[in-house]
């Protein structure tokens, strides 16, 4: 069974850039997409972005310019960055797996494993 | 990008009785493939979410039989047909239809 085990600092200055990393146990790397997913401290969800293995992305618009999503296939390792963080960046980031839809450079958005989270604060 | 509209937020329920929450998003979640990128997740306290179903119907593996999903175009609904404690949490529904993926505001289920 797919384990998702993610790291990264937990507090930052505003302006700084968030680095988180997802590991990926005891699953098929290649065949799937793989999503970072954050949420603020009581509230919901918002899908941030995601990559494939050929290095295929997509973002969340609302990220775009400040996002980078990357992968380590030797490693079976994926990374977010998200440069010049502020307080509404402050949540907890998940990692998590979907099957790619055929034919196109894209996840199923059907989000099947998840990482245990990792709470990113953003304060002076 | 798409608005994702849960009702109720709230859904006190009985142990055994069923619940049911609903999602209707801004425009249709048809993709041109033809599926419907429309999945329902569960969050239980201090967890990550857990898919429930996915492509509006589609129970995920491991996932008990009394959830159940059903809809289509803008127009979704989850139940649980007999709602047991560890039912307890918060429900998503969730768009894969266009970029980018929304959610739901999430409806709270707790036991009266």
């Known amino acids: 069974q797919v384990q998702l085990q993610q790291w990264g600092a937990g507090l930052l200055k505003p302006s700084e850039t968030l680095s988180l990393t997802c590991a990926v146990y005891d699953g098929s790397f290649s065949d799937h997409y793989w999503s970072w997913i954050r949420q603020p401290p009581g509230k919901g969800l918002e899908w941030v972005g995601e990559?494939?293995?050929?290095?295929?992305?997509n973002y969340n618009s609302s990220l775009t310019g400040r996002v980078t999503i990357s992968i380590d296939t030797s490693n079976n390792q994926f990374s977010l960055k998200l440069t010049s963080v502020t307080a509404a960046d402050t949540a907890v980031y998940y990692c998590a797996r979907a099957d790619p839809v055929g034919g196109t450079d894209r996840g199923s958005g059907d989000f099947d494993s998840w990482g245990q989270g990792t709470l990113v604060t953003v304060s002076s | 990008d798409i608005v994702m509209t849960q009702t109720p937020l709230s859904s006190p329920v009985t142990l055994g009785q069923p619940a049911s929450i609903s999602c209707r998003s801004g425009q249709s979640l048809v993709h041109s493939d033809g599926n419907t990128y429309l999945s329902w997740l569960q969050q239980r306290p201090g967890q990550p979410p857990r898919l429930l179903i996915y492509?509006?119907?589609n129970r995920f593996s491991g996932v008990p039989d009394r959830f159940s999903g059903s809809g289509a175009g803008t127009d979704f609904t989850l139940k649980i047909s007999r709602v047991e404690a560890e039912d307890v949490g918060v429900y998503y529904c969730m768009q894969a239809t266009r970029f980018p993926w929304t959610f739901g505001q999430g409806t709270k289920v707790e036991i009266k």
């Open positions: 990559i494939n293995h050929s290095g295929t992305t």
């Open positions: 492509k509006i119907s």
